[in-house]
């Protein structure tokens, strides 16, 4: 992958190569930003800069046998490490290397990349991914080796915040005491979550959310057919986030709605109501979910309320929404306002916290839903 083939981040691109230029390259290093944003993309690209013997002031060559091998993700000095899920047919726990050809299909698709997107994408049935103990194992051995081809080796840890504490704790120690010529480009998204250790001695980088004008134009290249205007306003909607901007485009597409839309009106009519037995149906539904699920519901439940407020209290120029949820908005929104709105968020973070640390799903659903009943029937104030 070539800085060339990212949309944006030229001050970010400038300063990766200036550290190359300059013989300066930290051997662990922390990509962090949020999702959608590229950030994992950027960091495949600076290995590659760092590896090619051909690399210009601006980018690696693209065509020598070293970017090559980089392009395809098989380049023998190039590592990767990230969320997997236990195996059906096996009951000990996975490393990433079980998972390899799937993972340089998913990264190779596009240059923006999302957890959930890869749980999807290798079919894991709502588990729970994880980096487990044993890939520490994997780690260590690949590290020891000595360079194939390259003078780097390149480690990319995905996601380092679903580290087991186990591989975090071996992984600190290869940073404090890093092999010759090895390089750890850690890409994140919390970096509160990981290892306070491990944090304190990585330099960070922080990838901002790309700009409307980079989202237009990466989509307008993966999504060749579609209209201009259909472009424009997910780009728009995306608010900086390109795997939120491909979801809208195809709900733009074909004029449908997402299982979060569904699943929040039906949250909000029923807890209204007070049905119960409306209420109890949907929290069955929801607690089967899985947690990662539950907790990308409540993102959006987060966001829909607050375009909500925004729309009744506010200013109806700033709200972003697909045409079906301004329609259902247009209608609920009188129920969101000042007197409420906090409090409702407040509800639906606590809720998502809670899911976090493993409540029971149906007992989150129901209350939350009672909680929130009471509220949307505060009349404004």
Known sequence: MQFKDIQG????????????????????????????????SLAIAYAQYISCPERTDTDSCGVCPQCQKYQKLIHPDLHFVYPVVKLKSSDSAPVSDNFIDSWRRFVAQRNYHSLEGWYDFIGSDNAQGSIYAQESQEIIRKLSLKTFEGEYKVMVIWMPEKMNEVCANKLLKMIEEPPPKTLFLLVSENEEMILTTIRSRTQLIKIDRPEYEDIVSSLKKEFPDAPDAT???????????????????????????????????????????????????????????????????????????????????????????????????????????????????????????????????????????????????????
């Open 231 to 381: 472009v424009q306003s997910a780009a728009t909607l995306a608010d900086g986030n390109y795997m939120t901007a491909v979801e809208v485009i195809g709900q733009l597409h074909d004029g449908g709605t997402t299982p979060e839309f569904d699943l929040f009106t039906s949250l909000m009519r029923d807890s209204y109501s007070l049905k119960f037995d409306q209420i109890i149906k949907l929290s069955d539904t929801l607690s089967k979910l899985g947690r990662e699920k539950q907790k990308q519901f409540f993102d959006y439940c987060q966001r829909m309320v607050r375009e909500c407020f925004m729309l009744s209290s506010v200013s109806p120029d700033l709200v972003r929404m697909t045409p079906t949820e301004m329609t259902f908005a247009s209608k609920f929104a009188q129920f969101i306002h000042k007197g409420n709105v906090a409090q409702i968020s407040e509800i639906l973070s606590e809720a998502s916290s809670n899911i976090e640390r493993n409540a029971y799903g149906k007992l989150v659903f129901t209350d939350i839903a009672i909680k929130i009943s009471s509220q949307l029937r505060m009349k404004r104030s």
């Open 9 to 40: 981040h030229d001050h970010i691109k400038s300063l990766l190569i200036q550290t190359v230029k300059e013989n300066r390259i930290s051997h662990a290093q922390l990509f962090l930003g949020p999702e959608g944003c590229g950030k994992l």
